[in-house]
């Protein structure tokens, strides 16, 4: 039905999580109606995504050895804001309420799954910046699902001995929710009204 290299560009969409085969070739349809130009400049976009890597801090994504967060000297690096993925460092920094650093665990605890499995997340050295560095808060920002509040109970027994302050956002958020959906004020709010954990 169609060309090879049309067909090719949609298997390759299709594999995105979200867009499934009619998305797929509505994406390719468009970019084949744009000119040489932005069609170049998409490809180029897309092969300057390899050239970034994770933080060697926080594991957020950098275009250097460490991130823009962790690279400001203005930030209060006293306080640790812990997030599931980097998508959702963006919402919390549009609160404007957050002036501390980040932390990406790169997913969740699942309690259906075996321990074994949650080796790729970045909790060990979540723990060995704290110890190293005068860590004074721990803000656990994962979302408030089940694999969420598991990630999260996980954590403040992993951080309790550490004799450090335990907060998790205060349940402005909808259970089931994901912070990267959450609207401006409802994140300001769970940030400011954020809970002792420990």
């Not at 994504?61 to 959702?88: G, M």
């Not at 605890?109 to 050295?125: F, G, Q, V």
Request: hydrophobic share 40%; net charge positive.
């Amino acid at each position: 039905m169609f060309p090879a290299q049309f067909k090719k560009l949609i298997d390759a969409f299709s594999a995105l999580p979200g867009i499934g085969p009619k998305m797929a070739e509505r994406l390719v349809l468009y970019l084949f109606k744009q000119s040489d130009d932005d069609i170049h400049a998409f490809a180029r976009a897309l092969k300057d995504i390899s050239t970034l890597s994770r933080c060697k801090q926080c594991f957020n994504i950098a275009d250097q050895e460490l991130c823009t967060f962790c690279r400001d000297p203005h930030r209060d690096k006293t306080i640790i804001c812990v997030v599931q993925e980097p998508l959702d460092i963006i919402p919390i920094e549009r609160t404007r309420t957050f002036h501390g650093l980040y932390h990406v665990l790169g997913g969740t605890i699942s309690p259906k799954i075996d321990a074994k499995e949650h080796a790729h997340l970045t909790i060990a050295p979540l723990l060995e910046r704290i110890k190293r560095n005068a860590v004074k808060e721990v803000i656990l920002a994962t979302n408030p699902t089940t694999d969420g509040d598991a990630t999260a109970l996980y954590l403040k027994e992993k951080l309790s001995p550490l004799a450090i302050h335990i907060s998790r956002l205060a349940r402005g958020l909808t259970t089931g929710a994901d912070i990267e959906y959450a609207d401006d004020l409802t994140l300001r709010s769970a940030l400011i009204n954020r809970e002792k954990l420990a």
